[in-house]
């Protein structure tokens, strides 16, 4: 045969023989293997279950973050950095403060839990509420040592924004009549009795200004209430809803953008009105409109420019307030003449000092340094403004960490300065120093410490190796550095990016529905 024919022959019989033996050796391991099994489950049945090892306790407590605003970058300062402070009237500020304590103090002598604040700085706002219980200061100097003793500053912004931003806001004094006339013959309508707001009952005071609202027809059929325009129409008139009668209708939609008015009779009485309801409608700022239809520009608008342009075109003022849908009624109020309006607090509001924030965010009686220029003088002057303002009131359309609409009281003088107002501002947040961070971290034990180098050698611990690919060849860091770093993050505020400037803002195109005390803020 063949040298060829005879390697054919060697290769074929060779690959038949390693086949058998992958065969043989595949059906013995897989029989030893089900042996294996076998014999462990037999054994294992017998034999008692071993406990879990259980999990290590680490030596700090999983403390959470004292407190967290959603959206808000927050930076601490110390006081000298704070630009102004030390120019304001901090006792007027004082003064306010232990208003809003008032409040304060009743919610946490409450016997129900409703109504205790549930946010964690509304629980620290106790401890400087009870330290100016007693503290009847009046000298300025020391009310500024209050402040800087039981607080710490804390710049705060929307996320990536340099600068908060401020509008204004003050309460109408209007003319009017107890009965309708010739000359007053727009009326002021409290709150239908055929208004329902689910979750609430009819009576209910200072429903809210959010979400649906119905209107009632006997006992279960509900249907959307009526829109400016039908109320305007006499939808709801003839039913004795009507608590004055006012002039002009452009007054009667300011006093609901402002949310409360003084009302004075010819004999010299005074009615007090504060926000009660609206209809459901979300708000249309007339502003915005007036702007996007080119009639005012847009550096030029303010509250004024809106009453002179209706006062000049009455049948193109009907058709933009009835392009504003909403409506608000308002209940009477027991206030004399030298008290201001009330904010949603629940407390009467102070010219200069009080403000409006976003409720969902903050909490009532917070004090909010707030810095920058404003034309409060004139429509072009840049006023110097550094002064300490207290959180005691809210508006749906006061949307962000740091945005406030500041109150400045009632009367023509104070509605033309906050008519003017839309400009960016940097806020200061004054946080309780139960929740400062730094003080938190000191209250934290310090993690056990390292062991000796010898009896690291002879017991070496490593963490818990990661599936990436990219963290391999990287040595284990020890247990102990990576419970060091944890207790780091825990002490350690999160992160805070550094601000970017600001984009280009349209204040007039938010909408402003506020609760309690005031409605629409924004024309």
């Known amino acids: 045969m063949a040298p060829e024919a005879l390697i054919k022959v060697f290769l074929k019989n060779s690959a038949t023989a390693l086949c ?20 462990r489950s037999h054994h294992h049945h017998h034999l008692p279950a071993l406990p879990a090892a259980p999990p290590r306790a680490l030596p700090y407590p999983q403390l959470p973050l004292p407190f967290e605003i959603p959206g808000a970058q927050y930076l601490p300062l110390p006081w000298a950095d704070v630009k102004g402070w030390s120019d304001d009237n901090h006792l007027a500020a004082y003064n306010t403060f232990r208003t809003s304590c008032k409040s304060i103090n009743a919610q946490n ?64 004094v209007l003319e009017g009549s107890r009965t309708q006339t010739d000359v007053y013959n727009v009326p002021v309508y409290r709150r239908p009795s055929n208004l329902f707001v689910r979750g609430y009952k009819q009576d209910s005071v200072s429903l809210p200004n959010k979400g649906p609202v119905y209107r009632k027809i006997g006992r279960r059929k509900l249907v959307p209430y009526y829109d400016r325009g039908e109320i305007e129409d006499g939808k709801i008139a003839g039913r004795g809803l009507e608590v004055a009668w006012l002039k002009d209708p452009t007054d009667l939609l300011f006093a609901q953008i402002q ?4 009302i004075k009779f010819e004999d010299g009485t005074t009615l007090r009105l504060n926000y009660d309801a609206y209809n459901g409608y979300p708000y249309t700022a007339v502003g915005r409109i007036l702007i996007e239809r080119g009639i005012i520009p847009k550096e030029e608008m303010s509250m004024q420019k809106i009453r002179e ?57 917070t004090p909010f340094f707030i810095e920058g220029e404003l034309p409060i003088e004139s429509e072009r002057a840049r006023t110097p403004f ?26 023509a003088d104070a509605g033309r300065v906050s ?30 410490p390292r062991p000796s180098e010898k009896i690291a050698k002879l017991f070496p611990q490593t963490a818990p190796a990661k599936d990436s690919s990219k963290d391999q060849g990287r040595p284990a860091a020890p247990v102990a550095a990576v419970a060091q770093d ?38």
């Open 309 to 365: 342009w209706m006062a000049q075109n009455p049948d193109g003022a009907k058709e933009l307030r009835r392009a504003n849908r909403a409506y608000i009624f308002f209940r009477e109020v027991n206030l004399s003449d030298k008290d201001e309006a009330v904010g949603a607090q629940g407390i009467p509001l102070t010219a200069g000092r009080s403000i409006a924030v976003d409720k969902s965010l903050h909490v009532y009686g």
């Open 109 to 172: 002598g409450a016997f129900e839990p409703k109504a205790l604040e549930p946010k964690a700085l509304g629980g620290s706002l106790s401890e400087p509420c009870r330290a100016a219980k007693s503290l009847e200061l009046t000298d300025d100097t020391k009310a500024k040592t209050f402040f800087e003793e039981n607080f710490a500053p804390l710049r705060i912004s929307r996320l990536g924004e340099p600068d908060g931003f401020v509008t204004g806001y003050y309460e109408p």
């Open 259 to 262: 949310g409360s008015a003084r």
């Open 486 to 523: 944890k207790s780091e993050t825990v002490a350690v505020a999160s992160p805070v990016p550094l601000p970017v400037p600001r984009p280009a803002i349209d204040p007039v195109s938010e909408p402003k529905r506020p609760v309690k005390n005031r409605s629409h803020r924004q024309q």
């Open 386 to 411: 550094h002064r300490l303002m207290i959180a005691q009131d809210t508006g749906s359309a006061i949307i962000g960490p740091a945005r406030a609409d500041l109150y400045f009281g009632a009367g």
């Open 419 to 448: 008519g003017r107002l839309r400009h960016p501002m940097h806020f200061v947040m004054l946080v309780p120093k139960g929740l400062d961070p730094t003080v938190r971290a000191a209250k934290l034990p310090v993690p056990d």
């Open 20 to 39: 058998a033996g992958v065969v043989v050796l595949s059906s013995f391991s897989l029989g030893a293997e089900a042996a294996r099994r076998h014999h």
